[in-house]
């Protein structure tokens, strides 16, 4: 999934990522690809299992995306599967008035994963150079500095034993246009729809030059960021659980030894 992941010190153009591609699974159509999303959930809930008994490592994964950019899908599909006991999915809105009396990374830092488990941000502190920064909610002197605080607090996490993966869902601007229809005419959709969306979709170049930004200033090798092509559902449930099985894959959890000698244990 290296192909997806951004470098350190490249910068990032988003127009050179087709959101509608599916090179990683090319000989992949949907229908097929329900099989492999089971085999790759069957090895996800194996490895959690893993990691909630190594009990020395923590996953946070971030997602951050455009409206309809399928954050909450992706919890849903790729996460099926996997014991809801070891996994916390925190969501991350508007702050409210106790969240703005303290910096921007308290109420972050509070829900990071403690050891043994995966913590799921479902929007995150990247808010705060994202939407912050688009709706000039602080100076620009103010969310600039950010970049570096995130890179430290990212870093701190990471020398304590968190893993981090952060994901950005790439969707295109037609693609957006299509779900945001099919919100308004749907009636288990349309309850979600919030005149708001529309505020960010005219502004989409904004965010865009926002993330590109974002990204590039905080894809790090040991928090690298993923931009995952989203336009198609299935193909990004596929990489995102790739990426997501790799990171754990290469952390080296093992079983702890059983803490009593089971050799003479009888079970009548
Ligand atoms: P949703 O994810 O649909 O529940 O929407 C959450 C809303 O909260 C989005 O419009 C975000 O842009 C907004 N939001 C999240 N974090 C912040 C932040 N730090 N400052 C301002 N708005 C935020
Ligand atoms: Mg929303």
Redo the contacts with the bound molecule.
């Keep these: 999934m290296d192909a997806y992941r951004v470098a350190e010190g490249t910068g990032l153009d988003l127009r050179t990522i087709d959101p509608g591609e599916k090179t990683a699974f090319a000989d992949l159509k949907k229908s097929s690809s329900l099989n492999v999303l089971a085999s790759y959930r069957r090895r996800l809930a194996d490895l959690q299992r893993l990691l909630w008994a190594d009990g020395s490592r923590s996953l946070l994964f971030v997602l951050q995306a455009m409206?309809t950019g399928g954050?909450d899908g992706t919890i849903r599909k790729v996460f099926t599967g996997v014991n809801p006991q070891g996994v916390d999915v925190r969501?991350?809105?508007?702050?409210s008035e106790r969240?703005l009396d303290h910096d921007?990374l308290w109420r972050v830092h509070t829900q990071a994963p403690p050891r043994g488990r995966i913590g799921i941000f479902?929007?995150?502190?990247y808010?705060?150079v994202?939407?912050?920064r688009v709706?000039d909610?602080v100076p620009e002197e103010q969310w600039r500095r950010r970049y570096g605080h995130i890179r430290d607090f990212e870093r701190m996490l990471i020398d304590e034993g968190t893993v981090i993966v952060k994901v950005m869902l790439h969707i295109s601007k037609e693609e957006q246009a299509r779900r945001l229809r099919s919100r308004l005419d749907d009636p288990a959709k349309s309850y979600?729809f919030?005149p708001?969306?529309l505020d960010?979709r005219s502004r989409w170049d904004e965010y865009m030059a926002a993330y590109e930004e974002a990204i590039s200033e905080t894809t790090t090798v040991d928090a690298p960021w993923f931009v995952v092509p989203s336009d198609r559902k299935w193909y990004r449930n596929l990489v995102i659980s790739k990426i997501l099985i790799e990171t754990l894959e290469g952390l080296d959890l093992t079983y702890p030894e059983p803490e009593h000698d089971l050799s003479a244990i009888v079970i009548e």
């Design positions: 409206d954050k969501g991350f809105g508007v702050p969240e921007y479902n929007r995150s502190h808010e705060d994202l939407v912050v709706l909610l979600k919030n708001s969306d960010s």
